[in-house]
């Protein structure tokens, strides 16, 4: 009994050095690209919004999104970026999120010819090696909140892409506290699928090319 007691402690403290270790290695490999003032832009031209739901469960408006598009809005305006790729997930024809974030940058000013869609955004992974392997992009800016930009900087190191974060503004911290808990163990994920697993996005496909006017 107590070697199987042995044996499980050992396990468990493994798996929790392991998981804390990912999450150290995530943010420290990364930080110093994760950017908050546009006046810190070089020449990162092509921006990749990260997508997620524009509704709440409720009903209600998501802040992360609505701040990620008047990030992205504000850049094109600033002139800092001259094109955009929105990624997310098209599961139906009820719920699509590259659509979203374009009609949203649109209503913000944004022009259309301006923003390409990829519809295959399922997750950060996809997006993020997508926007090299089908839309011929190896130095991007990415725009998300800064705790998710971590690990989209991190993909995006391993895939040999030259990469910045710059950061929309963050909901309260209270009502994003779900979320935040669920990126800690998707860093870990992380870890594991680009060292362990090899994970490839799930679709890919035909090469698009972006063109910048």
């Not at 929309?168 to 870890?191: D, G, I, M, Q, W």
């Amino acid at each position: 009994m107590k070697r199987v007691k042995r044996v499980l402690y050992t396990l468990v403290g493994t798996v929790v050095l392991f998981f804390v270790g990912s999450n150290i290695w995530v943010v420290k490999s990364t930080e110093d690209r994760v950017l908050y003032d546009a006046e810190q832009l070089d020449d990162h031209r092509v921006a990749l919004v990260l997508g997620t739901s524009h509704k709440l469960v409720g009903g209600d408006s998501n802040p992360f999104f609505e701040h990620r598009m008047d990030r992205a809005a504000e850049l094109y305006q600033l002139g800092k970026i001259d094109h955009f790729i929105v990624s997310g997930d098209n599961r139906t024809r009820y719920y699509n999120e590259p659509l979203e974030m374009r009609k949203a940058l649109v209503a913000r000013g944004v022009p259309t010819r301006s923003i390409t869609l990829d519809y295959a955004g399922l997750r950060t992974l996809d997006s993020v090696v997508r926007s090299k392997e089908i839309f011929g992009q190896d130095k991007i800016m990415i725009i998300t909140q800064t705790f998710h930009s971590y690990r989209a900087l991190f993909i995006s190191n391993y895939y040999g892409i030259d990469a910045v974060a710059m950061v929309a503004a963050e909901p309260e911290f209270e009502s994003s506290l779900k979320v935040r808990v669920r990126e800690y163990f998707a860093r870990t994920k992380a870890v594991l699928d680009l060292y362990v697993f090899k994970t490839n996005p799930q679709f890919l496909g035909e090469k698009e090319e972006i063109i910048i006017s």
